[in-house]
T-cell receptor, first 112, second 113 residues
Framework: GNSVTQMEGPVTLSEEAFLTINCTYTATGYPSLFWYVQYPGEGLQLLLK?????DKGSNKGFEATYRKETTSFHLEKGSVQVSDSAVYFCALSEGSQGNLIFGKGTKLSVKP | DAGITQSPRHKVTETGTPVTLRCHQTENHRYMYWYRQDPGHGLRLIHY???????DKGEVSDGYSVSRSKTEDFLLTLESATSSQTSVYFC????????????FGQGTRLTVV
């Protein structure tokens, strides 16, 4: 079945450091790929998405490219801020119902 | 913010009692979902709805039932709560399903003692 694997962390970085969170997926067809972010005590919110191979999603300085050949959707940011501290979830959606399959989440802590 | 309200936000209940969680939306979105979030598991789909009275099972549906009698309301019922159902429950909504963004509620923290 479909699945998502992401590095579990926790990840601790200093402010202005470079961030990479790895995400790979297994799917039978051509899924849409997402990164969601969860701030403490809140629900999830969409950070970025890509719906087909080679698409790059970007938002708030974060980027991820849909790589079909490596079945990956790694999240990157060139310079993290303390306010980026959160849990990040990689997810995929396949089929018309929009059901999401999530990775286990990666907790990011950014220190000043 | 998308108009999604979950109630209650926190609940403690005893093993064997029935529990109903409510998700209310003001966005008129067709699709509604219930997920549970547990440490080490991320979020997993319990049930979803693709219209009034149209529902289907997700990955972890055992012990749960749902109902959707109006577009705006999606109820999740634990018929007889067990300690393994202690979790944080999230409702989500989306417009067309395929490749579209899902908007999440604030979550309900349920503790079964």
């Amino acid at each position: 079945g479909n699945s998502v694997t992401q590095m579990e962390g926790p990840v601790t970085l200093s402010e202005e450091a470079f961030l990479t969170i790895n995400c790979t997926y297994t799917a039978t067809g051509y899924p849409s790929l997402f990164w969601y972010v969860q701030y403490p005590g809140e629900g999830l919110q969409l950070l970025l998405k890509a719906t087909k191979a080679d698409d790059k999603g970007s938002n708030k300085g974060f980027e991820a490219t849909y790589r079909k050949e490596t079945t990956s959707f790694h999240l990157e940011k060139g310079s993290v801020q303390v306010s980026d501290s959160a849990v990040y979830f990689c997810a995929l959606s396949e089929g018309s119902q929009g059901n999401l399959i999530f990775g286990k989440g990666t907790k990011l802590s950014v220190k000043p | 913010d998308a108009g999604i309200t979950q109630s209650p936000r926190h609940k403690v209940t005893e093993t064997g009692t029935p529990v109903t969680l409510r998700c209310h939306q003001t966005e008129n979105h067709r699709y509604m979902y219930w997920y549970r979030q547990d440490p080490g598991h991320g979020l997993r789909l319990i049930h979803y709805s693709y219209g009034v009275k149209d529902t289907d099972k997700g990955e972890v549906s055992d012990g749960y039932s749902v109902s959707r009698s109006k577009t705006e309301d999606f109820l999740l019922t634990l018929e007889s709560a067990t300690s393994s159902q202690t979790s944080v429950y999230f409702c989500a909504i989306s417009t067309s399903g395929l490749g579209t963004e899902a908007f999440f509620g604030q979550g309900t923290r349920l503790t079964v003692v």
